[in-house]
């Protein structure tokens, strides 16, 4: 994140054309002036192996969402299966709970991607037996 | 009616594009309004004070008032 705002702050609308390969990815990517930058998708492959891990431990599912959850970007549906069902794997219906919780946060003030994103998750909540914090009740104070 | 996908990642970095120049100009702006409204006048103040200083005229007027321990006024 703050490679993000040191690239944007330092050079404004006049370097747009300069930045713009980094601009595309701008999640925890660096502007690497050696190799490659990792594609959105190679991104998500791998997050998605990282919870597909079959005997993932507590430890690494609360280090891969915290990660994750640190990023400019809020999960792709796939990612978040994965790692739902790594909370299944896992018997954590809490963590898979404060997961759906964490991903309405991320999204801060575009009320659109939550909604979005249950609609995507509905199948696998559903096949998992996870509630959603709405229908807990859960999500106003 | 299905949702169409919306846009999920760089939102952060998208909104300090907007704000960040603005906050730099609106910080830039705050700091030359107070330099040119505060600094600068109150400098000129000094200034202008001080052109026509005469101290040995001020220091005559505090010796006469008997502030003084170390030289009396004329009249004692």
Known sequence: MFSAVVRLSASGVRSLARTRPCYTAPLASRCYSHGKAETDEEFDARWITYFNKPDIDAWELKKGMNTLIGYDLVPEPKILDSALRACRRLNDLASAIRILEAVKDKSGPHKGIYPYLIQELNPTLKELGISTPEELGMDHV | ?76
């Open chain 2, 1 to 76: 009616m299905s949702l169409q996908k919306p846009i999920m990642r760089g939102l952060l970095a998208k909104r300090l594009r907007f704000h960040l120049p603005i906050a730099f100009a609106l910080s830039l702006i705050a700091a030359a309004a107070f330099k040119y409204g505060v600094t600068e006048p109150r400098k000129q103040a000094y200034a202008d004070f001080y052109k026509q200083y005469d101290a040995m005229k001020e220091f005559n007027g505090m010796k006469e008032a008997g502030i003084f321990e170390s030289v009396r006024p004329s009249g004692e």
